[in-house]
T-cell receptor, first 111, second 111 residues
Framework: NAGVTQTPKFQVLKTGQSMTLQCAQDMNHEYMSWYRQDPGMGLRLIHYSVGAGITDQGEVPNGYNVSRSTTEDFPLRLLSAAPSQTSVYFC??????????FGPGTRLLVL | RKEVEQDPGPFNVPEGATVAFNCTYSNSASQSFFWYRQDCRKEPKLLMSVYSSGNEDGRFTAQLNRASQYISLLIRDSKLSDSATYLCAVNGAGGSYIPTFGRGTSLIVHP
């Protein structure tokens, strides 16, 4: 099993550009989530999904969209990138909401 | 007051030392508790769950104190390889079943 995979590993964007961070898991987990991690701020939940077709907002959802058309995939879309979105983004999955398996992360720099 | 709080450290200890971290949570209705380990520039990985009766895994012991609303992680006989950031996660801390992470405690084990 590959576990949780994320692409790209690194990305540089200009302010106003849009992009999609990809996340996939092969463990047939129902629960998937996106976090951002900033120095001194810890992990903050952006969006989460408890199953295909079901998504909800976390603590910091503004500027991000998600969809869950399949169990395996949970892409995160940045609609119009801003420097404040410079961060490390982690996707996670779990059989339930409890124990989480994290992907390797995407480091995003918005200029 | 933040829902889940940790002392950021760093805790700087010599090899072989015993070190303990605490993590306090504000919602007395919180149900599930976990410790994660995060190496520099890597994703968090589940270290252990925290049960009401406490649990031990080799050199690591996790305990829950519901009365005082904190969990603890004890590491005995510290190794250089234990150097990492230790994150606690609490389900139900924010009034929902979604896990809330602490900001992490940095541990540095030196020779």
């Amino acid at each position: 099993n590959a576990g949780v995979t994320q692409t790209p590993k690194f990305q540089v964007l200009k302010t106003g550009q849009s992009m999609t961070l990809q996340c996939a898991q092969d463990m047939n987990h129902e629960y998937m989530s996106w976090y951002r991690q900033d120095p001194g701020m810890g992990l903050r939940l952006i969006h989460y999904s408890v199953g295909a077709g079901i998504t909800d907002q976390g603590e910091v959802p503004n500027g991000y969209n998600v969809s869950r058309s399949t169990t395996e995939d949970f892409p995160l879309r940045l609609l119009s990138a801003a420097p404040s979105q410079t961060s490390v983004y982690f996707c996670a999955s779990g059989r339930g909401v409890e124990t989480q398996y994290f992907g390797p992360g995407t480091r995003l720099l918005v200029l | 007051r933040k829902e889940v709080e940790q002392d950021p450290g760093p805790f700087n200890v010599p090899e072989g030392a015993t070190v303990a971290f605490n993590c306090t949570y504000s919602n007395s209705a919180s149900q599930s508790f976990f410790w994660y380990r995060q190496d520099c520039r890597k994703e968090p990985k589940l270290l252990m769950s925290v049960y009401s009766s406490g649990n031990e895994d080799g050199r690591f012991t996790a305990q829950l104190n519901r009365a005082s609303q904190y969990i603890s992680l004890l590491i005995r006989d510290s190794k250089l390889s234990d150097s990492a950031t230790y994150l606690c996660a609490v389900n139900g801390a924010g009034g929902s079943y979604i896990p809330t992470f602490g900001r992490g405690t940095s541990l540095i084990v030196h020779p």
